[in-house]
């Protein structure tokens, strides 16, 4: 008995040293799937859908604090790698490399798609020109076109210039007509200004027709229509056009964490794939991954 008890008071000597090494420690709170406190890093180029978002996350759960960053996609993925972000949002899943390295230091990240959209490819209120071939923009991006057409993207980092890289590009290189500003913001200022110049910026910042921001950019720009390799349709990436595939430049929209537990992290995947986050990815425009389901009451006569 004397044994068990001086155990036991070992094993409590033991937790009060872990948790208290010195002074300048800093408690970690334990979080669970609605309330605590975690770090998530966004595309910057999901900016205005994610903050609205979040806003409804944090009026729902008043408890659950989320430290948002917005940053161009490979500071995303770095801020996921170094554990500086428990959740981030990405367009796109984590590639077999990125895969394997978490695999490597014995963390399994779940990813959650919860929307589909398609980047947009804006130009001037004014320009002449505002439908294009995807081989058009190839030709374009590559420094082959004919017409001396400017192009600016938000960041060299960023997701949509990794998705026209991929998708047109192949491994051929941007061309020095085109060059990178700071932020999606940027990006439309610059078109406003200039009608020979091609804009690509994440949907969610014009598509929201209720936000007053909304309505002031489309002042100035206006989103170009594409047509796929072998289509003649011209088309804007509308729900219907993201939902179908029709659309030349869609992407699937990805909540990923590290979470080893049902924590915060979880917590966020389950809101954005329900209902509540899915009605807002509806309202901007976008495609939901899980469409909400309307109920319909009948009275009998």
């Known amino acids: 008995m004397n044994l068990f008890k001086f155990l036991v008071s ?3 000597l033991f937790e009060i040293f872990s948790c208290n090494q010195n002074d300048n420690t800093v408690k970690k709170e334990e979080d669970t799937m ?7 890093t966004v595309d910057e180029t999901l900016k205005p859908l994610m903050e609205a978002e979040f806003n409804v996350f944090a009026y729902q759960y ?41 695999k490597s230091i014995q963390y399994i990240p779940k990813a959650v798609p919860f929307a589909l959209d398609g980047i947009s490819i804006i130009v001037n209120k004014n320009a002449a020109l ?13 420094g082959k076109s004919a017409t001396e057409t400017v192009v600016v993207f938000d960041n060299s980092a960023s997701s949509t210039v990794r998705l026209l ?4 590009l192949k491994k051929e290189p941007l061309a020095k007509n085109c060059f990178a500003l700071h932020s999606n913001q940027e990006v439309i200022d610059y078109i406003g200004l200039h009608e020979n110049a091609i804009g690509i910026i994440g949907t969610s910042w014009i598509s929201d027709k209720d936000d007053s921001n909304v309505t002031v950019r489309l002042r100035k720009i206006k ?3 594409i047509a796929a390799e072998k289509s003649n349709d011209f088309l804007e990436p509308f729900q219907t056009e993201i939902e179908t595939g029709t659309y030349a430049f869609r992407r699937t929209i990805y909540c990923i964490q590290r979470d080893g537990k049902m ?7 389950h809101f954005l794939y329900e209902e509540k986050g899915q009605t807002i990815v509806l309202k901007f425009g976008m495609m939901p991954y899980t469409p909400p389901v309307r109920s319909v009451k009948w009275n009998a006569q």
């Open 263 to 269: 924590g915060l992290g979880t917590g966020l995947q």
């Open 130 to 142: 505002d439908s294009f071939r995807s081989n058009d923009l190839k030709l374009i991006l590559s």
């Open 10 to 12: 070992l094993f409590f």
């Open 62 to 102: 008043p408890e659950a604090h989320l430290i948002v960053s917005y940053k161009p996609e490979l500071e995303v993925m770095n801020d996921f790698k170094n554990d500086s972000a428990r959740a981030i949002i990405l367009s796109r899943e984590l590639t077999t490399n990125e895969f394997e390295y978490f």
């Open 34 to 40: 609605t309330s605590g406190t975690i770090r998530v």
């Open 165 to 168: 890289r991929d998708s047109l």
């Open 223 to 225: 989103r170009a229509r």
